[in-house]
């Protein structure tokens, strides 16, 4: 089994503190009551929609943090589009341990594949545009990392991770600062190599660009509006259509020649997608 890794996340911490904000100071009393010490149960995991799987290792890891012994065969990887009734885990173990870890594991793995099933739907409606469809930072707090493992997973590109990886310029700040070309002016003086620039009116794009400005976001504009923004950038820099994006709507914004599109319901909106763990019979 390949080890799960992602950069500023520790699946180990995470799995421990989630099983213990669950079994709190009693553990899980009601397997320990119900059920007699070396039972053995075997399940069979499945999605009951069609589903983008995300977050079957990090499902795995939980079971084997209850049961090490437990034997588990995966049926899908990280990624895969499967069908309504597939099955994607089996597992044989401790009754009481898998038992335990259900909720944990399918909390997980359900959040993660309606994120990454959300995403993959608005890839396929902007496929053959060339926009790049990306995320954003409207994630639950302490998950980002997850949440946007999941979002790759669905076929979107990450945005900034953070704070800390590039300069995103908004209303706020241009507002503070001064002017769109002021705010830019000062983020470009202080080395930052990346700088995103929040623009919500045609007469900035010349500003911010002049100033320094090395990717554009084009900020609740309309279709006919963001045409001409992107004329007037004229690939001098990255465009990207941001703002109130649906599935309704993202198609004919890619095709106003935007590089991206980000939306934000990929992590705010996602229903969690139906997987359910059963008692196999032997």
């Not at 904000?21 to 399940?43: C, K, N």
């Not at 943090?65 to 065969?73: G, P, Q, T, Y």
């Not at 944990?104 to 409606?125: C, E, F, K, M, P």
């Amino acid at each position: 089994m390949t080890e799960f890794r992602l950069e500023g996340f520790n699946l180990q911490q995470f799995v421990a503190a989630t099983l213990a904000e669950d079994l709190g100071p009693g553990g899980d009393i009601t397997s320990a009551a119900v059920i007699p010490a070396d039972a053995e149960f075997r399940g069979v995991m499945d999605s009951r929609d069609e589903t983008v799987v995300a977050g079957l290792p990090i499902a795995e890891a939980f079971f084997r943090a209850l049961d090490s012994h437990v034997e588990i065969e995966r049926l899908a990887e990280d990624g895969d589009v499967v069908p309504a009734g597939t099955d994607l885990m089996r597992l044989r173990g401790n009754a009481r341990a898998l038992l335990t870890a259900e909720r944990s594991a399918l909390n997980t793995l359900q959040h993660l594949s309606g994120i990454a099933t959300l995403t993959r739907r608005y890839v396929d409606a902007i496929a053959g545009t060339g926009a790049i469809l990306l995320d954003t930072r409207k994630t639950i707090p302490g998950l980002r990392v997850l949440e946007k493992y999941a979002t790759r997973m669905g076929g979107a590109q990450n945005h900034r991770m953070g704070l800390w990886d590039s300069a995103m310029i908004k209303d706020n700040h241009v507002a503070v600062a001064g002017n769109v070309a002021e705010a830019v002016r000062r983020a470009a003086c202080a080395g930052i190599a990346r700088i995103i620039v929040e623009v919500d009116g045609l007469d900035q794009i010349e500003p911010a660009i002049e100033a320094g400005a090395t990717h554009l976001l084009l900020d609740n504009m309309d279709v006919p509006t963001l045409r001409e923004a992107v004329r007037l950038v004229g690939g001098r820099v990255p465009t990207e259509a941001s703002g109130g994006v649906t599935l309704e709507t993202i198609r004919a914004k890619a095709e106003s020649g935007v590089t991206y599109v980000s939306v934000g319901r990929l992590t705010q909106s996602a229903p969690a997608a139906d997987i359910g763990l059963d008692f196999a019979a032997a």
